[in-house]
């Protein structure tokens, strides 16, 4: 027997959970959590991130047109988490979350992240309550000690949070809390 589900999303969960990056290193800098990001299409290379509408992130990717995509691994999750738990309006993030230029674009990618996608902000389709933010990938970087081109994330190496919506947090099937 089926079980009719209200929040759908619940369904695509377990997802990976990522750092946006918005705003210019040496202007305004934030960082927010996210697991709803998605590859799009190859060519052009496009990545898209669902954004609250009333967020600083979507403030900041609407003024400055360029966003980062950050992977990094379980022993960062703490990071992840105090970003998605607190404001960029209220809260510098930067104190715990250390941002740094990107190469491609001005907006801050994460010192720690095991993988970058930085992007130029390609379109963008508000839903209510969340815009869907299409970006082109200027440039894709992974730390060649965890990831390989062809095969991806070694993940016997390397342990990529995974946000289980309301249950917290997995890697490859271990539980971890944050700490608050």
Not at 63 to 81: A, D, G
Not at 103 to 123: N, W
Request: with cysteine.
């Amino acid at each position: 027997m089926m079980l009719e589900v209200k929040k759908f999303y619940l369904i695509l969960h377990p997802r990976p959970a990522y750092l946006i990056g918005s705003g210019r290193v040496g202007e305004k800098v934030n960082f927010m959590a996210a697991s709803w990001v998605t590859p799009i299409a190859e060519e052009p290379p496009l990545v898209g991130v669902a954004v609250g509408v009333d967020s600083y992130t979507r403030e900041l990717i609407d003024f400055y047109r360029e966003f980062t995509v950050n992977v990094l691994p379980m022993e960062k999750l703490n990071s992840i988490y105090y970003a998605g738990t607190r404001s960029g309006r209220d809260e510098d993030k930067t104190k715990i979350v250390k941002p740094v230029k990107g190469e491609k674009v001005q907006a801050p990618a994460v010192e720690d992240a095991i993988g970058v996608l930085e992007c130029r902000l390609y379109s963008s389709v508000e839903a209510q309550d969340a815009i869907f933010y299409v970006g082109e990938v200027l440039t894709a970087r992974a730390d060649e000690r965890v990831f390989d081109e062809r095969r991806g994330w070694d993940t016997a190496r390397v342990d990529i949070p995974l946000h289980n919506w309301g249950r917290g947090f997995y890697g490859l099937g271990r539980f971890q809390m944050a700490k608050s």
